[in-house]
């Protein structure tokens, strides 16, 4: 490497103090130029007060016209600092440069700019004419390699005193990896022959011409070049010559290399079952089973553990791995003595009572087992007695509890007081959506006699317990003194309000929510039974961004967007058009709906629900919370009032894709299947949220409103319509108990569901709402 990029950019951070920090600290042993990588001047300036010699700044461009030479230039005269300038401007349609053209058109104005404007030397100017992938199979991208080539030539030609650098891998962006390597080599070639001075690259995925097939070799040429004819399609060849087989992680020809102690650790790392059980037998003639479990396939776990931190593997990939660790140690079992149980520690796991939400809890479950720990899952809805009494049969080193309602960390509270009465100290390991590490590592803590601390995911819940069982807990609680110092237990504990108390709030003042809206006239009153849905007319409206993240676990995290983009691309759409197919095919999915339309009208911060046979006669009320400043919004405030002569429509719906789908997942989980569990209870809850987002609509057509919606469906997730769905649980609606109020109306027990005593609704993948149809409703917080 002849430079290094050096980028702290992260948000929440203070990027001046970490640049400060870390330039400090690399001007002591790397003797290399540094490129400083920040969109903030401040930043910037912090690494070239300190870095010694001729430092290049990353980067500057005119999208946002010339203000980003205001901020940077003054910064490269005053430091002698050069800079990467990329051939970006402000037009709204080809701002991105995508011909040669467009492409010398920009750089010859940034080096108008650059030399003229705020006379820095075009020696030291870098231009980036950006290279964009030519294979996505479209004909309008076909030529941009090309395009890029020719504009390299061209800068090269008008600016021979500038330097030119290219990120060279987006030119590859959605092939294998082996294609990539292939493409890059090619293309980095032939632009250095055009003119190029300087390349981004990573140096595994460059390799010389000698090392590329002739056939290979001209196969890319012909791609970069767009060398159609009418009966050969270059993309098409090309792809063909890297079969799916030939994939970036460790060959069969590669493994037979590695000593067999590194064999077991791919198995791990790369989650290849195949060639297993023959690399264990020749193990178990040098090794005991439990030096083969503890020395090899545990060092192969912490690989996969610094992998997923890292942001560099994604959570299926890791159950990958962890399906490929019980295979391993279930085939090794029968060569133990009785005595070799192995266990690191043991742990109590169980999800609180009344929440029935067990995802979470499984993947630590998952984890853990897997890294040498005994775990005793509980499973969901579980009172305190039984989580002691397994805790006191198990002889457990800690309990685990999970839960993901704002009730649940209530609950939680409560069992470590519970706890306490019985003298019970053992280490408690908290976890959920609805806890934070704030209240947790202060009002929790401070209220148990023992040790509480936050697991914000499965490796962290291994990173405690790895500390718990090796007698070092010290160190983690100095770690918690050191960041709540300062912080007190009552503002804790007032920063997580008690989602169920609808009275806190008392704010008189009414919002400015206009009353003078139609009233939409539904088809019916009272409620209807829905049956007879095809999980096909649910699939459009599956929110695949919150299933592949939310669910599945695929993050970016140190991924390049064209890396992340082709794991989505490789890994989570087939798995999702599989399950799709599957879930139909097999009547997994099992869609029901209830809904129905009632009279309403408001009273200050209620709503009085009517009697269907008489608009007069009050049947239910909801009371809800009313922001205490801001626009003072309450949900009952899109209701014309009990004044009004002519009362209001509201609709609500309890929607539910069955029990069956929780019953295969929970099948796939018991027999080890960890990444097919993950995907087909992520698949589930998206079905069931995909299921209310469709009926919301079809409310809409009903009530004759749905002419304001977008056509995207893709938009309707972001609210492009008219009117809101309200669940109890969340902030305009906080009180879970209202589900009781809703269940007297609807009667969902029609279609299978029923509340727990938190008032959640079993199945796990069902879900209930409010549809106001006002034109002004939205999603507020109180």
């Known amino acids: 490497s002849h430079a290094i990029d050096v980028c702290v950019d992260f948000v929440g951070r203070d990027g001046v103090k970490d640049m400060t920090e870390l330039v400090s600290r690399i001007v002591r042993q790397v003797d290399c130029p540094l490129m400083l990588d920040s969109t903030d001047p401040a930043v910037i300036e912090a690494g070239l007060k300190l870095a010694p010699g001729k430092c290049i700044v990353n980067s500057i461009n005119l999208e946002n016209g010339e203000s980003r030479f205001e901020d940077i230039c003054p910064l490269l005269q005053r430091f002698g600092a050069a800079a990467v300038a990329l051939t970006i401007d402000e037009d709204p349609q080809e701002g991105m440069a995508k011909t040669a053209a467009r492409k010398l058109e920009i750089a010859a104005r940034i080096h108008r700019l650059f030399t003229e404007k705020w006379h820095c030397d075009s020696r030291d100017l870098l231009f980036d004419p950006l290279t964009f992938t030519t294979c996505t199979g479209n004909d309008d991208d076909r030529r941009l390699a090309l395009e890029t ?66 056939e290979r070799w001209q196969a890319a040429l012909d791609l970069i070049y767009d060398r159609r004819t009418e009966n050969r399609d270059p993309l098409l060849h090309f792809i063909s010559l890297f079969p799916e087989s030939e994939s970036s992680s460790t060959s069969a020809e590669e493994m037979k290399a590695l000593p067999i102690e590194e064999q077991l650790q791919r198995h791990i790392i790369d989650g290849e079952k195949e060639g297993l059980t023959e690399h264990l037998q020749t193990a178990l003639q040098k090794y005991s089973p439990l030096e083969i479990i503890n020395d090899h396939l545990l060092a192969g776990m912490k690989v996969v553990g610094e992998l997923f931190g890292s942001g560099a593997l994604q959570l299926p990939f890791v159950l990958q791995s962890a399906e490929v660790m019980k295979m391993a140690v279930t085939h090794l079992e029968p060569h133990m003595q009785k005595s070799d149980t192995g266990n690191k520690g043991t742990i109590i796991l169980a999800t609180v009572r009344g929440d029935v939400h067990d995802i979470g809890k499984n993947l630590v479950d998952i984890i853990l087992t897997n890294n040498g720990y005994k775990v005793v899952n509980l499973g969901i809805k579980q009172q305190i007695n039984a989580i002691v009494d397994a805790f006191r049969e198990h002889e457990a080193d800690a309990i685990g509890l999970s839960g993901l309602l704002v009730k649940s960390v209530n609950v939680m509270e409560e069992n470590l007081r519970e706890l306490n009465a019985l003298n019970i100290t053992t280490p408690v390991l908290l976890g959920g959506a609805a806890l934070t590490r704030k209240y947790c590592e202060t009002h929790l803590r401070s209220i148990y006699n023992g040790n509480v601390y936050y697991g914000k995911d499965a490796f962290e819940g291994l990173h405690l317990m790895n500390k718990i069982t090796g007698g070092k807990t010290n160190e983690i609680n100095r770690d918690i003194e050191k960041r709540t110092a300062g912080k007190t237990t009552a503002s804790t504990a007032s920063a997580e309000p008690d989602a169920g108390n609808t009275e806190a709030v008392k704010v008189q003042v009414k919002s400015s929510v206009t009353d003078s809206v139609d009233i939409p006239q539904p088809p019916f009153t009272g409620t209807k039974v829905v049956n007879d849905i095809d999980p096909e007319e649910i699939y459009p409206f599956i929110n ?110 309890c929607v539910t894709v069955g029990s069956e789908i929780s019953r295969r997942a929970k099948e796939l989980f018991e027999t080890d299947n960890y990444s097919e569990y993950l995907y087909l209870h992520g698949f589930g809850v998206e079905a069931a949220e995909a299921l209310a987002e469709y009926w919301h609509k079809r409310i809409r057509e009903e009530l004759d409103i749905a002419d304001q919606d977008a056509r995207e469906i893709r938009k309707l997730f972001a609210q492009h319509y008219r009117g809101c769905r309200y669940s109890f649980g969340y902030p305009a609606c906080p009180d879970m108990e209202d589900q009781v109020r809703l269940f007297r109306l609807l009667r969902p027990e029609r279609i299978g569901c029923s509340l727990s005593e938190q008032f959640q609704i079993h199945p796990e993948q069902s879900t209930s709402a409010l549809v106001v149809h006002h034109p002004q409703a939205g999603y507020f917080t109180i």
Not at 153 to 177: D, Q, T
Not at 183 to 212: C, D, K, W, Y
């Open 544 to 653: 695949k961004i919150a299933l592949f993240r939310g669910q599945w676990g695929f993050r970016r995290g140190s991924l390049s967007d064209e890396q992340y983009s082709a794991i989505i691309r490789e890994k989570a759409e087939p798995v999702f058009e599989r399950l799709q197919k599957t879930c139909r095919e097999n009547s997994i999915l099992q869609p029901h709906v209830v809904y129905g339309y009632f009279r309403c009208r408001s009273e200050g911060d209620s709503l009085i629900i009517y009697d269907p046979a008489d608009d007069k006669t009050e049947i239910e009320r909801f009371t809800f919370p009313r922001q205490q400043k801001g626009k003072h919004l309450c949900i009952a405030d899109y209701f014309r009032s009990v004044d009004s002569d002519e009362p209001d429509t509201i609709a609500m719906t």
């Open 149 to 214: 080539l020719n504009a390299i030539e061209m800068i090269a030609k008008h600016f021979p005193e500038c330097g030119i650098l290219l990120g060279i891998s987006n030119v590859s962006f959605g092939l294998r990896p082996a294609a990539r390597v292939v493409l890059n080599s090619a293309f980095m070639h032939e632009a250095i022959q055009r003119g190029l001075t300087a390349a981004i690259v990573h140096a595994s995925g460059i390799l010389p011409r000698t090392r590329i097939s002739d």
